[in-house]
Every structure is written in structure tokens, then in C-alpha cells.
């Protein structure tokens, strides 16, 4: 019979004579195998009411409203799994935060091992978005800015002093290499002073050139840069800010990102509501987590706050609690007692932040017609969903981004059925590999993970697997979503795949 979702204890027992013996084994019945990490933030309120996991605890984190409003950030940036250096160097700095500011070490904070980021810095010193891409000037800038030990500096401060060579003989824009080499504290101030002399820049390059003045220590100058950038393109959106430059909304997001790290870097009163815009605004082809986390360390750096209190009653037990400066109160609550944790006696403006699993579910993403995924398994050319023990299981995914779907880079993501293993190289003489047969850019466990991007025409990828035990299992529809923004994603169908 097929198991509803929720917690099961299976029992076997034995029996010999005199003797008996009983074993328990316990585990767990998921929707969906495949899992993103949701934060919800409110200003505290005595009828509020929680959202959380109805499987597992919920982690409740209280503290004073601006606080809690990093605190989301944090994890919003903890929670991103993607495979670009932007997201996995993010999560990184996002969870040292936690552990300096929050005292996090020993819940989300520490989700996984760290591990080294050099596979991402190339020949020339540059850094790229993934470990087998060109390096990318912005992004070596920022990666320069963030100050993470895994990186060789002196190679990446002879990249751009070949940037600024090459780019200047060539007339090209190297705003990016000097804010590059200002954030390694090299000695570029002269030509900073030189490049801001010349009429007509681009909001874009102020904003690069204000950042190496911080560097290197002329803040009064890029404030003064701040200051006239915000009088020309600021914009006032209710509770937020946003900077109103270039050609579409990613444009916009890009620059308010940017100004928002020099708010956050110069203690500017603007900070909080340009940050405000970036989380209500995600972008569809860009992805700012390096600015994100960077503003975060500054805000976090700058912040004082005044003493907050409320108290809360759950299962017959009232207790008040009041949080000063940097404090905050963390607690897991199970799903039953969500709806019943009450508040009173709040005093000042208290921030609530939940963060729990969430599991994809295809009925409620909503169908996309500029986005399609279809997954076949194949065994000795011919496609089937019954296998048989030994069988070796060429997995086929096609996928398309049709012409309305936003380009750029996306996930396809396929989880194995449990009666099936990855293979990394299949040795056979039976047959030929695929000429679609493309290594993955993770596996974990029975995840396995591929890096796409839009194309003219449909793509096609394979890999393969083996079977290793018999059964009936239910293998989950394939994910194809945007690196950017995974509100842009689809799911495949879901299929049952029977072994003998």
C-alpha cells in the first residue's frame, strides 16, 4: 500500500523456544525527496499566528525588528544549495555570520561542511561563476571585497592589474579592476582620483570607484559620490528604496544592489530601505547574494538596538523575555504546538522569524508554458519502466527553455528511485555511452544535479545508474528550475519503476 506522508515505527519480531529478540526500525514518509529551506519574517502581534513544518520542529528565532530582518537575510542566503560560486561562498559567509552574531552553531548555521572554493579561480587569477567558466571581472571584484580565505589574492591583484592595463589601452571600462585592487588594498588611489575626473560616468562606475575609496580609506569622498547618486536616481517605494537606472527591472536591481552595499559600508540612514527593496525584488537573470551577505556583515557591524520585550505562553507555561542589544530567543516547536503559542505583553517592535523544510510539490507550482522536462529510462535501447536485477539504466532527460522563459543558467535536478544507483562511469562492452552522457555537477546521494542553460533549440542530457535491489518504487518528477530564482521552475511527471 502506499504510505501517507508522516513517521513510521516497523516492528520485527522473533521467537525460538524460551528465546525472543525484537527489532524496531523508524523512518520517515516525505511528498517530495526534493526540499528548499522558507523563512517567513513579522512584526510580533498578540493574535499572531505562526507558519512552519507540519512534519518536523519549526525554528523560531525572536529579537528586535531590524535585527530579524538580517537574521531572514542570513538564512535566505544559508538556504540556497545551487552549485555558482556566488551562492556557495555566500552560504558560507551567511553561516559565520549566524555563528558571530546569533550564536547559530548548532542549528542552520552549520548545515553542512564547509569546503574549499579555489576550483573556482582560474589560470588568470580571475574567478568564475563555476568551476569550469571564464573568469568574470564584477566577480572577482566582489569575491575580492568579501575577503574569503580560500582564494590566492596575489594571483587575483595580478589579474586586474593586467585588467587595468589591457582594458586602459583598449578604451574599455575598468572601474571594476580598481575597485578590485582597492578591496586588496593595493595602491590605486591616484588613478581612482583620475578615472573620477572624466565626465559622463555611469552610475555603475561611481558606485565601483566609491567602494575603492572605502578600501583604501577616503570615505568623506564616497560619500560625497553616495550623496549624489541618491539625489539623481533615488526612488522612494513605501517602505523601501530603489536606485532607477538602465533598461528593465534587473537593471534597476543591480544598481539598487550596489548602492545598498555602499549605504550598508558608510552607515548611510538609506541602508535599511534599499535593503528592503532587494528582498521584496529578486531578480530574473541576475544574482546578488555577494552584495547580500556583504550588507548584512556591515549592517550587522553598525547596529544598536533598544531593548525589546514580550512573553509567550505554550502548554500551560508563561515565561516573559526581554532581548538587549545583540540578544535574541530561539526556540523549536513542534507542529502541533504552533497554533497554539500565544503572545502578550509586547513591548517595542519584535521581530519573529520562522525557518523550516519545505518539499516541492508539483501541484503547487503553477504550469508554465515556456518550460519543459521529461525523463525516460532505457535499457538496451529500448525505453521501460520495469527493469531487471544487474540491468544497467541509461536515464534520459530532456529538457527545453522555449523563447518566453528567462535566459540564462538553470537546474535540472532528478532524484533516483530507491532500487536504482548512480554510476559515475559505466564499464560495459555491450554497449556504447551516449553522446548526451554529461557528468553532473553534484551528486548527493540520490540527487543527482545538472547545470543547464536556455538554448535555441531543446537539450538532452544522460546518465546512468544500476540496479541494485528489486521492488516497486516511486520515481519523483525531474526538477527544471532558474538558478536565479526558483520561483521560475517546473516539475516532470512522476512515474512507477518496477524491478524484478
Known amino acids: 500500500p502506499v504510505l501517507k506522508e508522516g513517521k513510521y515505527t516497523l516492528t520485527v519480531e522473533g521467537k525460538a523456544g524460551k528465546y525472543q529478540d525484537k527489532l524496531k526500525k523508524e523512518f520517515t514518509v516525505v511528498n517530495s525527496f526534493l526540499e528548499r529551506t522558507v523563512s517567513t519574517q513579522q512584526l510580533l502581534e498578540e493574535n499572531l499566528k505562526l507558519t512552519g513544518s507540519g512534519l ?18 542570513l538564512y535566505n542566503l544559508v538556504g540556497q544549495e545551487g552549485t555558482r560560486l556566488e551562492q556557495r561562498l555566500a552560504a558560507q559567509e551567511a553561516r559565520r555570520l549566524l555563528a558571530q552574531y546569533f550564536d547559530a552553531k548548532k542549528d542552520l548555521a552549520e548545515k553542512s561542511e564547509e569546503e574549499s572554493l579555489l576550483i573556482y579561480q582560474q589560470y588568470d587569477g580571475g574567478v568564475s561563476i563555476l568551476p569550469y567558466a571564464t573568469s568574470e571581472p ?36 575598468v572601474t571594476v579592476a580598481l575597485w578590485g585592487l582597492g578591496a586588496l588594498s593595493e595602491p590605486v588611489l591616484l588613478e ?35 550623496a549624489e547618486l541618491l539625489e539623481q536616481y533615488g526612488e522612494k517605494l513605501g517602505n523601501s528604496l530603489r536606485i532607477k537606472v538602465g533598461r528593465d527591472q534587473d537593471e534597476i536591481i543591480t544598481a539598487t544592489t550596489q548602492m545598498a552595499l555602499l549605504a550598508a559600508r558608510l552607515e548611510a540612514p538609506e541602508k535599511n530601505l534599499l535593503y528592503q527593496y532587494i528582498l521584496e525584488n529578486p531578480g530574473q537573470e541576475i544574482l546578488n547574494n555577494l552584495e547580500q551577505v556583504q550588507i548584512l556583515k556591515y549592517n550587522l557591524r553598525y547596529m544598536e538596538s533598544e531593548p525589546v520585550s514580550f512573553t509567550y505562553e505554550l502548554n500551560g507555561k508563561k515565561e516573559k523575555k526581554t532581548l538587549q542589544g545583540r ?60 527493469l531487471q536485477r544487474g540491468d544497467l539504466v541509461e536515464i534520459v532527460l530532456d529538457y527545453e527553455v522555449k523563447d518566453l522563459g528567462p535566459g540564462g543558467k538553470y537546474e535540472l535536478v532528478d532524484v533516483l528511485p530507491a532500487g536504482l544507483r548512480y ?38 542530457i544522460v546518465y546512468y545508474a544500476r540496479v541494485v535491489s528489486p521492488g516497486e518504487f516511486i520515481a519523483q518528477g525531474t526538477l527544471l528550475h532558474h538558478l536565479k530564482n526558483e520561483e521560475i521552475c517546473i516539475f516532470g511527471e512522476e512515474e512507477r519503476v518496477v524491478i524484478k
Open 327 to 386: 540578544e535574541t530567543f530561539t526556540m523549536y516547536v513542534l507542529p502541533q504546538d504552533l497554533a497554539k503559542l500565544e503572545f502578550s505583553k509586547i513591548s517595542g517592535k519584535v521581530g519573529v522569524m520562522t525557518v523550516f523544510n519545505q518539499p516541492y510539490e508539483k501541484e503547487k507550482i503553477p504550469f508554465r508554458e515556456d518550460l519543459k522536462v521529461k525523463r525516460s529510462y532505457v535499457v538496451n535501447l529500448q525505453q521501460t519502466s520495469t
Open 56 to 73: 518536523e520542529p519549526t525554528l523560531v528565532v525572536f529579537s528586535d525588528y531590524e535585527k530579524n530582518q538580517y537574521l531572514r537575510g
Open 138 to 173: 564584477a566577480l572577482t571584484a566582489l569575491v575580492a571585497s568579501v575577503g574569503s580565505k580560500d582564494f590566492d589574492y596575489r594571483a587575483m591583484a595580478g589579474y586586474f592589474y593586467n585588467l587595468l592595463e589591457t582594458g586602459a589601452e583598449k578604451g574599455e571600462d
Open 423 to 460: 554510476v559515475q562511469i559505466p564499464q560495459t562492452r555491450a554497449q556504447k555511452l551516449s553522446r548526451y552522457w554529461r557528468y553532473p555537477s553534484e551528486v548527493k546521494g540520490q540527487k543527482i544535479t545538472f547545470n543547464v542553460r536556455k538554448g535555441k533549440e531543446p537539450g538532452k
Open 192 to 226: 581612482i582620483n583620475n578615472y573620477l575626473t572624466q565626465k559622463d560616468l555611469a552610475p555603475a562606475q561611481k558606485i565601483h570607484l566609491a567602494l575603492a575609496l572605502l578600501d583604501i580609506g577616503d570615505g568623506a569622498y564616497a560619500k560625497e559620490l553616495y
